[in-house]
C-alpha cells in the first residue's frame, strides 16, 4: 500500500509537471505567433525590397527638431498608429545616425530605399537608407541656408537655390565636385526625374533659368562661355562646367515647375498677384530645348520654348497632375487686400489647343501659402499651406486652418479640422500652444498608401486624418518628442505616390 501511495504520488507529480510545461509551451507559442503575426513579411517582399531592422511594413518617417539645434529621425507605425512595436517592449524606433540640427525638409524616393534629409540650419544634406533605417554623413554641403533644394531621383546631383548669397549650387556626385553659378536673388529650384532639366526661379522677377552642361574643355574660361552662349554666369571661372541661361517667355513671377507623367511638357506655375506680379497661370513648355545637354549656339536668346498659357485667376503656387487633369492651388486676391485659397482644375487635353477653355473648375481651400499637393485614398486630394492665419479667413472669422481635403469625385473641399474660431467645436488634439481652433502651419504631408489615412506635420506635431471623411485620428501615441517638421511615407509603390 505504500509503494502504491508513492506511485500515485508519484503519478500526479509528473501528470502536473507535463501540465505545467505544455501551458509554457502554449504561452511562448502564443507570443511567438504574436509577433509572427503582427510584423509578418512575405516571403518575396515588393519589388524585392530588405526587411527594415524595425520590422514594421508601414513606415511614417518624422523629422525632428529640439530646440532648433537637435536633430533626429523618427519612425512611426502608420499602419496601427503608434510609435512603439505591438507589445510595447520596443518604445519607440528611430533612424540611426546624424542629421542636422533642423531637418525641415524630406525628399522622399521610396522605389530607390533612400532619399534626403535637408537641415536649413548649416545647409547639410543627409543620405537615410530605408532597408538599413540609418542616415549617413552628409551627403553634401551648400554654403549656408538655402532656400530651395532639388535632388534627383538617382542620387547623381544635387541643386540648391541660395537666395541670401544668390547662387544656384550644384553638388555634381559623378565627379565629386562643387559649383556655385551667381544668379542675384535665385529661390526655387526644380528637377525632373530624369535629371535632364534643371530649372531655377528669381525671388520678385520674371525670368526663368535652366541648366546647361558644358562639352569637357569646351571654352577655356568663364567669360567666353559667357559671351558665345549668352549666360547669366558659368562656373568655374577657368574650364567652366555648367552654366545657367534665361529661358524666352513670358514668365509673371515663376515660382515652381512640374513635368508631365511622360517627360515630354513642363509646367510652369506663375505665382502673379500672390507675389507681387500681375497674372496667375501656367505656362506649357516643351523640355526638348531645356535638356542640360543642349547648349546654346548663340547669345542671343533662341525661339520660345512655351505652347501655352492657361489664365488661373485662383492662383498658383503648388501643382500636382494625374495625367488627365492639372491641379493648382494658390491664392487670389481680394478686394479688401488680402488673399484667399482657391483650387483650380485645368484640363490638359485642352491647355494645349484651347487655353481658354482648359480651367474646368475653382474651389475654395485653406489660406496661406501653399506648398503641398498629394493625392490619397477615395478619390482624395490633400493641400497643405503655411501663415493660414494672416488671409481672407481669418478676417472673416471662418475656419482658417491650413489642411484642405478635397474630393475629386463630388468636387468638394473641407478645411480640417472643422472648426469655426469662438465655435462649440474645437480641434479634437490641440498642440502644445493649447490652442482650441487653430493648429498653425501645416510643413509636412504624406499618404499612408492603401490604409486610408494621411500623415502630417501640423503646427509642429504629428497628426493623422483618414481619408474617407477627413476625421482625425487620435495621436496619443504618434506624437513626438520636440518639433515634427516634415513627414514621409517610406513604403510608398512608386515615387510619385508619395
Keep these: 500500500m505504500k509503494n502504491r501511495s508513492l506511485f500515485s504520488q508519484s503519478l500526479r507529480a509528473q501528470i502536473f509537471s507535463g501540465l505545467l510545461i505544455a501551458v509554457a509551451a502554449v504561452g511562448l507559442s502564443s507570443c511567438h505567433s504574436a509577433q509572427y503575426y503582427y510584423y509578418k513579411f512575405p516571403q518575396y517582399t515588393f519589388a524585392n525590397r530588405p526587411v527594415p531592422p524595425s520590422k514594421?511594413?508601414?513606415?511614417?518617417?518624422?523629422?525632428i527638431t529640439e530646440a532648433g539645434s537637435i536633430g533626429s529621425l523618427a519612425i512611426l507605425d502608420g499602419k496601427r498608429d503608434i510609435r512603439s512595436n505591438v507589445e510595447d517592449t520596443i518604445p519607440s524606433f528611430q533612424i540611426s545616425g546624424g542629421v542636422g540640427g533642423y531637418p525641415n525638409l524630406i525628399i522622399n524616393y521610396p522605389a530607390e530605399v533612400h532619399g534626403y534629409v535637408y537641415s536649413s540650419l548649416k545647409g547639410d544634406i543627409s543620405v537615410v537608407d530605408?532597408?538599413?533605417?540609418?542616415?549617413?554623413?552628409?551627403?553634401?554641403?551648400?554654403?549656408?541656408?538655402?532656400?530651395?533644394?532639388?535632388?534627383?531621383?538617382?542620387?547623381?546631383?544635387?541643386?540648391?537655390?541660395?537666395?541670401?548669397?544668390?547662387?544656384?549650387?550644384?553638388?555634381?556626385?559623378?565627379?565629386?565636385?562643387?559649383?556655385?553659378?551667381?544668379?542675384?536673388?535665385?529661390?526655387?529650384?526644380?528637377?525632373?526625374?530624369?535629371d535632364t532639366v534643371v530649372l531655377a526661379m528669381v525671388k520678385n522677377s520674371n525670368t526663368l533659368y535652366r541648366l546647361f552642361k558644358l562639352n569637357d574643355n569646351q571654352y577655356q574660361t568663364a567669360a567666353l562661355a559667357?559671351?558665345?552662349?549668352?549666360?547669366?554666369?558659368?562656373?568655374?571661372?577657368?574650364?567652366?562646367?555648367?552654366?545657367?541661361?534665361?529661358?524666352?517667355?513670358?514668365?509673371?513671377?515663376?515660382?515652381?515647375?512640374?513635368?508631365?507623367?511622360?517627360?515630354?511638357?513642363?509646367?510652369?506655375?506663375?505665382?502673379?498677384?500672390?507675389?507681387?506680379?500681375?497674372?496667375?497661370s501656367v505656362s506649357f513648355m516643351q523640355v526638348g530645348g531645356l535638356d542640360v545637354n543642349t547648349i546654346p549656339?548663340?547669345?542671343?536668346?533662341?525661339?520660345?520654348?512655351?505652347?501655352?498659357n492657361v489664365p488661373?485667376?485662383?492662383?498658383?503656387?503648388?501643382?500636382?497632375?494625374?495625367?488627365?487633369?492639372?491641379?493648382?492651388?494658390?491664392?487670389?486676391?481680394?478686394?479688401?487686400?488680402?488673399?484667399?485659397?482657391?483650387?483650380?482644375?485645368?484640363?490638359?487635353?485642352?491647355?494645349?489647343?484651347?487655353?481658354?477653355?482648359?480651367?474646368?473648375?475653382?474651389?475654395?481651400?485653406?489660406?496661406?501659402?501653399?506648398?503641398?499637393?498629394l493625392f490619397a485614398d477615395d478619390n482624395t486630394l490633400w493641400i497643405g499651406s503655411q501663415y493660414c492665419a494672416t488671409g481672407e479667413r481669418a478676417k472673416l472669422n471662418e475656419n482658417y486652418n491650413c489642411l484642405t481635403r478635397f474630393d475629386?469625385?463630388?468636387?468638394?473641399?473641407?478645411?480640417?479640422?472643422?472648426?469655426?474660431?469662438?465655435?462649440?467645436?474645437?480641434?479634437?488634439?490641440?498642440?502644445?500652444?493649447q490652442n482650441l481652433y487653430y493648429y498653425g502651419d501645416l510643413t509636412g504631408l504624406c499618404w499612408v498608401q492603401g490604409f486610408h489615412k494621411v500623415y502630417?506635420?501640423?503646427?509642429?506635431?504629428?497628426?493623422?486624418?483618414?481619408?474617407?471623411?477627413?476625421?482625425?485620428?487620435?495621436?496619443?501615441?504618434?506624437?513626438?518628442?520636440?518639433?515634427?517638421?516634415?513627414?514621409?511615407?517610406?513604403?510608398?509603390?512608386?515615387?510619385?505616390d508619395n
Excluded: W
Excluded at 56 to 63: F, G, H, K
Excluded at 243 to 250: F, K, L, R, T, Y
Excluded at 323 to 342: E, H, R, S
Design 312 to 373: 488661373v485667376p485662383g492662383g498658383a503656387t503648388v501643382g500636382l497632375s494625374d495625367g488627365a487633369t492639372l491641379y493648382v492651388a494658390g491664392q487670389q486676391k481680394q478686394p479688401d487686400g488680402l488673399f484667399t485659397g482657391f483650387l483650380t482644375t485645368i484640363n490638359l487635353a485642352n491647355a494645349i489647343n484651347s487655353p481658354g477653355s482648359a480651367v474646368t473648375g475653382k474651389y475654395g481651400i485653406s489660406d496661406g501659402t501653399h506648398t503641398k499637393l
Design 130 to 194: 530605408y532597408s538599413k533605417e540609418t542616415a549617413s554623413a552628409s551627403a553634401g554641403s551648400f554654403s549656408g541656408p538655402s532656400s530651395s533644394i532639388a535632388v534627383s531621383p538617382s542620387g547623381a546631383h544635387l541643386y540648391a537655390a541660395q537666395l541670401t548669397p544668390g547662387q544656384l549650387g550644384i553638388i555634381d556626385e559623378t565627379n565629386s565636385h562643387t559649383y556655385g553659378l551667381v544668379i542675384p536673388n535665385v529661390y526655387k529650384v526644380f528637377v525632373n526625374t530624369g
Design 297 to 308: 549656339t548663340t547669345p542671343t536668346p533662341g525661339p520660345s520654348p512655351v505652347i501655352s
Design 408 to 433: 475629386r469625385g463630388a468636387k468638394t473641399a473641407q478645411i480640417l479640422p472643422n472648426v469655426t474660431p469662438g465655435g462649440t467645436a474645437t480641434v479634437p488634439y490641440p498642440n502644445t500652444n
Design 226 to 280: 559667357i559671351q558665345a552662349t549668352g549666360a547669366a554666369d558659368c562656373q568655374p571661372l577657368n574650364l567652366p562646367v555648367y552654366c545657367a541661361v534665361a529661358v524666352p517667355g513670358n514668365f509673371d513671377r515663376p515660382i515652381a515647375a512640374y513635368f508631365s507623367l511622360d517627360g515630354n511638357t513642363a509646367y510652369i506655375l506663375n505665382c502673379g498677384p500672390e507675389c507681387g506680379g500681375g497674372a496667375a
Design 456 to 496: 502630417t506635420a501640423y503646427g509642429g506635431q504629428v497628426h493623422a486624418f483618414n481619408t474617407a471623411d477627413g476625421s482625425e485620428i487620435n495621436n496619443q501615441f504618434i506624437t513626438v518628442q520636440g518639433t515634427a517638421l516634415d513627414v514621409a511615407y517610406l513604403d510608398a509603390i512608386s515615387d510619385t
Design 56 to 63: 514594421l511594413a508601414q513606415r511614417v518617417m518624422v523629422s
